[in-house]
């Protein structure tokens, strides 16, 4: 973390002390997003889209004529709520059939990241155009600053134990690290460059740092669209 806040002080300030042919420009980022998890069993797995959003400072590099590199610090805001059917009870066989969806963990989380993302964007237009579509693809790394919400059990249709997100079985990961990209359009505006990009970011950490036989675990996973001045 020093490390990285090393790099990203030292961009800065090369940004601000170049002239106007500058190869290194500092801006703004906004990316409203969805939460939309990906769960390892679908069936027993069912999440409801919740807003949340991503906004930061931005370093963009240009390597090329069509090639740049976009690092900086973001803020997000995530919050996710789904259902897990995993939990059987007796009171939930009716007739001598199972109703799967009699019982399940009502989870509910607002969680607020910091983090550092790394894009490598690639323009799709000729070298000289200033209006142009382009492709990115990169990763980011989010450390969890907070944590708040409720994990509801509901046993055979009857809300019983409430637990805290914080809860051994129940708590995720301090450090979440994505794979993220999309496709957008960046243009002139006014004396800098606006892009708008439909972007998916997905994560291969779970959801729940422990696994455990009784509870489903899933991928955080977001679709947004982020959009940038510089």
């Not at 106007?20 to 797995?45: M, N, R």
């Not at 019982?103 to 209006?131: C, H, M, Q, W």
């Not at 809860?167 to 004396?191: H, M, P």
């Not at 455990?212 to 947004?224: E, M, W």
């Amino acid at each position: 973390m020093r490390i990285l806040t090393l790099i990203l002080l030292s961009l800065y300030q090369l940004a601000w002390g170049q002239n106007e042919d500058k190869k290194i420009h500092v801006g703004l980022s906004l990316t409203p997003q969805l939460s939309v998890p990906v769960f390892d069993d679908a069936y027993l797995q069912r999440y409801e889209p919740r807003f949340g959003v991503a906004f930061g400072g931005d370093v963009n590099a240009d390597l090329s004529s069509k090639f740049q590199l976009r690092t900086g610090l973001e803020y997000q805001l995530a919050r996710i709520t789904y259902r897990d059917y995993s939990p059987m009870f007796p009171g939930d066989v009716e007739n001598g059939e199972v109703d799967v969806y009699k019982s399940y963990f009502d989870f509910r989380y607002v969680n607020s990241f910091v983090g550092v993302p790394i894009d490598l964007k690639y323009k799709l237009a000729k070298p000289e155009s200033t209006n142009h579509v382009f492709v990115s693809a990169g990763i980011a790394i989010r450390y969890l600053i907070s944590s708040s919400g409720e994990i509801q059990l509901v046993e055979s249709g009857t809300p019983t134990i409430a637990y805290d997100p914080e809860t051994f079985l129940f708590s995720g990961q301090d450090v979440w690290f994505y794979f993220a990209g999309g496709i957008g359009y960046e243009f002139k505006l006014g004396r800098g460059k606006c892009s708008i990009q439909p972007r998916y970011e997905f994560s291969p950490a779970k959801l729940l740092e422990e696994d455990a036989s009784a509870i489903g675990n899933g991928h955080p996973a977001y679709v947004g669209i982020r959009m940038s001045y510089y």
